[in-house]
């Protein structure tokens, strides 16, 4: 018998995985809750499930680490938004680093960065591995190594000896964030942990991933306003503003509006549809406000990761199947790869049935579960999915 | 911590005769039975797939969530052994410790090397005989009746071969024919299996009964 047109869609799908994904598997090791955590096949939509406390938000976190190459104010902003860590509020008399959004006193930092790292170990004095991120081809691997001050000049205690990075004198540990690639190790971040100083500055905008990271509470006023910006600049607010019309159709337009000089006070007001009215937009309620925001940072993550921690938040249950819709649409037109968590099985089961009729993007269901005190990942490919919506067996 | 018991079964007969029987041993809405009618329409709207289905679908169901075993119901039909080497074979590939060459006489249990859950499987009716759910009914029949379930099959074999619709080319559905002719004549005549079992026209303590019980205990740490 001839190739079937099943066999022939399916090939093309595995030809896409590997051609256009940013991540076809994911290794979490030592990140968080996750002492070894691998997932052999990602699809292009990522739903992850899964009881409380088993790491979904964790898993976000990782990702976005993974994106960010393990950029300094991601791993301070990932301590913050757990209460791992407090700002700097006050007089600033200790030595403290600052971000646009965050000062935080660095000998807070060195002792709660451990919480990061499975176990929250003491650093020590001693180098060791503490976390592996990403797939087999390309992960971000986060070390403490120890610089030994021999005969008037830093040497490093292990890993490859480097010479074109500015080393300054630095007694005790440091912590160093390398991108592995295929095989080819990368240093991006070096820093002491006594003082922060960063010892090797080195851009490379060419390793970055685009991502944004959604939260469960959504994004603040200023970082949608910025949002909103950069879908202008790109030409893409239409999409956005179809997104929103999956809630609300009689909305025609958005525009932000506020004082000039402070973003922060820049609001969207939507236009409606035959009418002069402008109404503020989150006068129609939470849900709204929820996919503005979902949907422009989509536009923004463009051949990027889009992380969405609790998608379904503020979202009625009867729209998810169409949020779904334009979510696996969306992301196959703007090479966008999606990780979600939710906690309803509504939106799985909205998930799967959007996954299985969609024909371009592949869609992927993440289980994570604790066997035996180890978090451990249990997938079902979109086949799968068909199956489990046709046997009525329980994913959550 | 959530444990699901899970027990696959072909039909809502199987359903409702296992559900009554659970019930009657105090082990009501402790075990998640799901009969297979629904998803079979869905998928191919051929009844007669369904074995084929369960074998292929089953590395699914095993990934279902907090599955602590799986325990899988079905006739053995006319060729018991056939019907037991497409599970052990199957069993194998998933990679099931000491599949048997023959299903155990009171059901098999089967444990996983890595870290799958339990897997029972018990053939209509015994194990050991080919046949159906309904053999497994007549052998509910209370002693004191099987005088009535005698003259039962007696007036079914008493319709010439040829006029007899329950038996064609792929299908020989006699002891169904048999057992409702029994239902017919009970006090409230015609009601459903499991109906007659919490009237007490089948009897849910038969030593058949108590071996089946043995055997879904054992599978789901009961």
């Known amino acids: ?396 | 911590m959530i444990e699901n018991r899970v027990l696959l079964v072909e039909g809502t007969d199987d359903l409702h005769v296992l559900a009554h029987i659970f019930k009657s041993h105090g082990f009501e809405g402790k075990i998640f039975i799901r009969d297979q009618e629904g998803v079979e329409n869905v998928k191919k709207g051929l009844d007669e797939n369904f074995f084929d289905n369960l074998l292929e679908d089953l590395p699914v169901e095993l990934k279902g969530s907090e599955v602590i075993a799986l325990g899988i119901v079905v006739d053995a039909d006319f060729n018991l052994n056939a019907r037991w080497r497409s599970f052990a074979n199957k069993l194998k590939d998933l990679k099931y410790e000491d599949v048997p060459d023959l299903p155990e006489p009171n059901g098999t249990i089967l444990t996983h090397s890595e870290d799958l859950p339990k897997i029972g499987v018990w053939l209509m009716p015994n194990n050991t005989l080919p046949g159906m759910l309904e053999d497994f009914v007549k052998l509910l029949v209370p002693d004191e009746q099987k005088e009535l379930l005698q003259r039962a099959n007696e007036a079914v074999d008493a319709i010439p071969k040829e006029e007899r619709l329950f038996v064609t080319e792929n299908s020989d559905e006699t002891s169904k024919a048999q057992i409702y002719t029994y239902l017919a004549w009970q006090e409230r005549p015609g009601v459903p299996y499991g109906v007659a079992i919490r009237e007490k026209f089948l009897k849910a303590d038969s030593p058949h009964t108590l071996n089946l019980m043995t055997w879904i205990k054992e599978l789901f740490n009961l």
């Open chain 1, 1 to 396: 018998m001839s190739t079937t047109v099943e066999e022939i869609k399916k090939t093309e799908i595995k030809k896409e995985k590997k051609d256009e994904l940013l991540l076809d598997s994911l290794e979490i090791k030592g990140f968080r809750c996750f002492e070894h955590l691998s997932i052999q096949e990602l699809g292009r939509v990522n739903l992850i499930v899964g009881k409380n406390n088993v790491g979904k938000t964790a898993f976000l976190e990782a990702l976005w680490l993974y994106t960010s190459r393990g950029n300094i104010n991601t791993l301070i902003r990932l301590l913050l938004s757990r209460d791992e860590l407090s700002p700097y509020t006050g007089q600033h008399t200790s030595p403290s680093i600052s971000g646009n959004d965050f000062t935080i006193k660095i000998e807070n930092l060195s002792s709660e960065l451990r919480n990061l790292f499975f176990g929250r170990r003491d650093f020590g004095s001693e180098g060791r591995d503490l976390a592996f991120i990403g797939s087999k081809d390309s992960y971000l691997k986060i070390s403490t190594i120890q610089l030994r001050n021999e005969n008037g000049s830093p040497k490093m205690e292990r890993g490859p000896y480097f010479d074109d990075i500015w080393i300054v004198l630095s007694k005790g540990l440091s912590l160093s964030v390398s991108l592995v690639e295929n095989g080819e190790e990368t240093y991006l971040e070096f820093f002491s942990l006594t003082n922060f100083q960063n010892l090797l500055r080195k851009p490379l905008p060419q390793m970055m991933i685009q991502s944004t990271f959604v939260k469960s509470n959504g994004l603040n006023h200023t970082l949608l306003a910025r949002l909103w910006d950069d879908a202008l600049r790109k030409g893409l607010e239409e999409r956005a503003i179809h997104f929103l019309k999956t809630i609300a159709e009689q909305i025609s337009y958005i525009n932000f509006v506020g004082a000039e000089d402070d973003s922060s006070t820049r609001y969207p007001i939507a236009s409606i549809q035959n009418s002069m009215q402008r109404v503020p937009l989150k006068s129609f309620g939470e849900g709204l406000a929820r996919l503005l925001g979902l949907s422009l940072s989509f536009v923004q993550c463009e051949h990027g990761i889009l992380l969405i921690d609790e998608i379904e938040s503020g979202l009625h249950y009867s729209v998810l199947p169409d949020v779904w819709k334009l979510i696996f649409k969306t992301a196959k037109d703007l090479n966008v790869q999606v990780f979600a968590t939710t906690h309803s099985f509504d939106c799985i089961e909205a998930f799967a049935q959007a996954s299985i009729e969609d024909k371009e993007s592949e869609g992927n269901l993440i289980r994570l579960e604790n066997k035996n005190g180890a978090i451990k990942a249990v997938t079902f490919s979109e086949n799968e999915l068909e199956t489990v919506t046709r046997r009525n067996i329980e994913v959550r």
